[in-house]
């Protein structure tokens, strides 16, 4: 339903699968006063650190052992996952939802260049994690 509801505001020729992923990647605090995109290898990491220090007035200080993940920050990637942060999928939010709310909308960006370097990176240090 909610991908249906989203779907002339993406057009006609955006399949459902990419709405569904952006609704998913879209990251929201309890409070609902911002709103984040999280694209891949793009300072994800340390945005999500600098958001939770501003919903919640202290730094994030939790450790978490992820063997499956070589992102030493994998702990702040999993508070969506966790119902510290909410995913607009899964809070059943839809693209009229979110233009809806009074919500900051953040998304960091990086140089394409880069971002495939740092992805062939952690993809090849992921391989040497893994034969070791």
């Not at 953040?106 to 040497?128: H, I, K, M, Q």
């Given at each position: ?27 929201l605090p309890p409070s609902q006063r ?36 070589i992102n030493p920050s994998a702990v ?57």
């Amino acid at each position: 339903m909610t991908i249906q509801r989203s779907q002339p505001l993406f057009g006609p020729d955006i399949p459902g699968a990419a709405i569904r992923s952006f609704l998913q990647l879209t990251i929201l605090p309890p409070s609902q006063r911002w709103m984040f995109f999280s694209a891949g290898k793009a300072a994800s990491s340390s945005t999500l650190n600098l958001l939770f220090e501003m919903e919640f007035g202290r730094p994030l200080s939790v450790h978490f052992d992820a063997p499956h993940d070589i992102n030493p920050s994998a702990v702040v990637h999993q508070l969506a996952n966790h119902g510290v942060f909410s995913r607009a999928l899964k809070l059943g939010l839809g693209m009229p939802d979110l233009l809806a709310l009074p919500a900051e909308r953040l998304l960091v960006v990086r140089n394409p260049y880069a971002r495939a370097v740092s992805a062939f990176r952690y993809l090849c240090r992921s391989d040497e994690l893994r034969a070791s």
